[in-house]
């Protein structure tokens, strides 16, 4: 069974290069926040107007993880408790549908197997999958699967 980690501070230098580790050699799940003060770099997230990318290693090397969802706030804070909570001891995403996400914010379900970069945060920021067939969607996660 694969573990699930929590790392907070995810943008911050340090955290930044440890979830690439961990992505680059596992099998992990992860969920990052950050509160992005001072500290975290909103550039991780290329929020300036540059391409985003979902899932790419360094150099561009595709990521071997899975991804439930994917929510990026924009300018906006939130404690982890507003994205999950813990449910015989597995993590489980909240619905974020109350949250703010900003201009450039997104929220990728990844639930319309023709369209996985369809953004459901209402800012249609959607995003091009590249690479990606209907066959590459997994209908079983930590909110479908047996964990739940």
């Given at each position: 069974?694969?573990?699930?980690?929590?790392?907070?501070?995810?943008?911050?230098?340090?955290?930044?290069?440890?979830?690439?580790?961990?992505?680059?050699?596992?099998?992990?799940?992860?969920?990052?926040?950050?509160?992005?003060?001072?500290?975290?770099?909103?550039?991780?997230?290329?929020?300036?107007?540059?391409?985003?990318?979902?899932?790419?290693?360094?150099?561009?090397?595709?990521?071997?993880?899975?991804?439930?969802?994917?929510?990026?706030?924009?300018?906006?804070?939130?404690?982890?408790?507003?994205?999950?909570?813990?449910?015989?001891?597995?993590?489980?995403?909240?619905?974020?549908?109350?949250?703010?996400?900003?201009?450039?914010?997104?929220?990728l379900?990844?639930q319309?197997s023709?369209?996985?970069?369809?953004?459901?945060?209402?800012?249609?920021?959607?995003?091009?999958?590249?690479?990606?067939?209907?066959?590459?969607?997994?209908?079983?996660?930590?909110?479908?699967?047996?964990?739940?």
């Amino acid at each position: 069974m694969s573990k699930s980690i929590l790392v907070t501070g995810g943008a911050g230098f340090i955290a930044h290069h440890v979830i690439e580790y961990i992505l680059d050699n596992t099998d992990w799940t992860i969920v990052s926040l950050d509160r992005l003060d001072f500290s975290g770099n909103l550039n991780r997230f290329n929020d300036n107007g540059s391409a985003h990318s979902v899932g790419n290693g360094n150099g561009g090397n595709q990521r071997t993880s899975t991804l439930a969802e994917f929510i990026f706030l924009d300018g906006q804070y939130e404690d982890y408790t507003s994205f999950g909570e813990s449910k015989n001891g597995v993590w489980i995403p909240k619905d974020p549908s109350g949250l703010t996400f900003g201009n450039n914010g997104f929220h990728l379900k990844f639930q319309n197997s023709a369209a996985l970069g369809d953004d459901s945060s209402g800012n249609n920021n959607d995003f091009t999958a590249t690479g990606l067939g209907a066959d590459h969607q997994l209908t079983d996660s930590p909110t479908n699967g047996e964990g739940s």
